[in-house]
């Protein structure tokens, strides 16, 4: 079986979705894989996260995970709701706990050394640098000394004009926000703007990358 973090090395990408409402979670997955990021992260900060995750979990192209999560009862709720990945803002040792009864990986967030350096023991699959834009690219060759087998994640304020550079400067792969999936897009079921965006953005990450695919299949809300 494929496993979240093959998909996500294969994209070079994955979608971290915050909305105050998702209509229609497959459709919003479907859309996404479809464009060419097929990791897709909803997050705890979105009411009913768990209900989205179970709906979106019946993608047959999609890699769902659960982002913001912070305690081990929401770590289990999103597993037991068909989330194959894990994503934290910061150390978690809980979540990381959770993780590995199930074998699922976590991303877990850092920034200093000190912190990739905590969450490697606590076990963490990939470390997400966040907020990257705090430092920019440079900061990836940087970390990239130190730890140059690490799997690193840049998130927050990664963009069309800087994709390409965080991947140049170490990254495994990058996240994509609110650029790709603007939470009012998501609320009002904007599919085809968001296959748009996603389509944009895997462009934006250069050569090597898979051409984007948009469906034609998923209608509006």
Same mark, same amino acid.
């Given at each position: 079986?494929?496993?979240?973090?093959?998909?996500?090395?294969?994209?070079?990408?994955?979608?971290?979705?915050?909305?105050?409402?998702?209509?229609?979670?497959?459709?919003?997955?479907?859309?996404?894989?479809?464009?060419? /990021?097929?990791? +897709?992260?909803?997050?705890? $900060?979105t009411?009913? %996260?768990?209900? =989205? #995750?179970?709906?979106? !979990? *019946?993608?047959?192209?999609?890699?769902?995970?659960?982002?913001?999560?912070?305690?081990?009862?929401?770590?289990?709720?999103?597993?037991?709701?068909?989330?194959?990945?894990?994503?934290?803002?910061?150390?978690?040792?809980?979540?990381?706990?959770?993780?590995?009864?199930?074998? /699922?990986?976590? +991303?877990?967030?850092?920034? $200093?050394?000190?912190? %990739?350096?905590? =969450? #490697?023991?606590?076990? !963490? *699959?990939?470390?997400?640098?966040?907020?990257?834009?705090?430092?920019?690219?440079?900061?990836?060759?940087?970390?990239?000394?130190?730890?140059?087998?690490?799997?690193?994640?840049?998130?927050?304020?990664?963009?069309?004009t800087?994709?390409?550079?965080?991947?140049?400067?170490?990254?495994?792969?990058v996240?994509?926000?609110?650029?790709?999936?603007?939470?009012?897009?998501?609320?009002?079921?904007?599919? *085809?703007?968001?296959?748009?965006?996603?389509?944009?953005?895997?462009?934006?990450?250069?050569?090597?990358?898979?051409?984007?695919?948009?469906?034609?299949?998923t209608?509006?809300?």
């Amino acid at each position: 079986m494929t496993t979240a973090v093959e998909v996500i090395r294969s994209d070079r990408a994955l979608t971290v979705v915050r909305a105050p409402h998702i209509p229609d979670p497959r459709a919003l997955a479907d859309t996404l894989a479809s464009a060419g /990021i097929r990791a +897709v992260e909803l997050t705890f $900060t979105t009411p009913g %996260v768990v209900e =989205a #995750l179970r709906a979106a !979990a *019946t993608s047959g192209t999609a890699m769902l995970g659960a982002g913001t999560v912070i305690t081990a009862e929401q770590a289990e709720q999103a597993i037991a709701a068909g989330a194959r990945f894990l994503v934290t803002p910061g150390l978690r040792p809980e979540v990381a706990k959770a993780a590995a009864r199930h074998d /699922i990986p976590v +991303v877990m967030g850092a920034l $200093t050394p000190s912190e %990739v350096l905590r =969450a #490697l023991d606590l076990g !963490a *699959t990939a470390v997400k640098i966040f907020p990257a834009r705090l430092f920019g690219p440079g900061y990836l060759t940087d970390l990239r000394g130190p730890f140059p087998d690490v799997a690193l994640i840049p998130s927050g304020g990664v963009n069309t004009t800087n994709a390409a550079e965080f991947l140049e400067h170490g990254a495994i792969a990058v996240s994509a926000g609110t650029g790709v999936v603007p939470p009012a897009a998501v609320a009002a079921g904007r599919w *085809t703007e968001i296959a748009e965006r996603a389509a944009d953005f895997v462009r934006a990450l250069g050569p090597n990358q898979a051409a984007p695919r948009i469906s034609s299949t998923t209608s509006e809300v």
